[in-house]
């Protein structure tokens, strides 16, 4: 049974940090690839970061600079590095993996206040 959970969401200021943890189970973390999407109110669930089995990873332009996808394989964890957060960054995060299908987590919350 895959299990994807997040953690990490909150209420910050513009210009703050944030860290998204996704711990998966259930999956071989190796051989997947990880992403985050987002989602905001009234909008459509957008890619935010990829980051493929190999390590490479991909930012949407809009949070290039400011946000650094990683994974750490002996805890099967996936993060995302959230920095000089902006209120337009205001949204429901997703974790997201593809491995022998396609799973999502359940969600948290980041709201950025300006």
């Known amino acids: 049974q895959v299990q994807l959970v997040e953690s990490g969401g909150g209420l910050v200021q513009a210009g703050g940090s944030l860290r998204l943890s996704c711990a998966a189970s259930?999956?071989?973390?190796?051989?997947?690839?990880m992403r985050w999407f987002r989602q905001a109110p009234g909008k459509e669930r957008e890619l935010v970061a990829t980051?493929?089995?190999?390590?490479?990873?991909n930012y949407a332009d809009s949070v290039k600079g400011r946000f650094t996808i990683s994974g750490d394989y002996a805890k099967n964890t996936v993060y995302l590095q959230m920095n000089s957060l902006k209120p337009e960054d205001t949204a429901v995060y997703y974790c997201?993996?593809?491995?022998?299908?396609?799973?999502w987590g359940q969600g948290t919350q980041v709201t950025v206040s300006s």
């Open positions: 997201n993996c593809v491995w022998n299908a396609n799973y």
């Open positions: 259930g999956i071989i973390f190796s051989r997947s690839v």
């Open positions: 980051i493929t089995s190999r390590g490479t990873t």
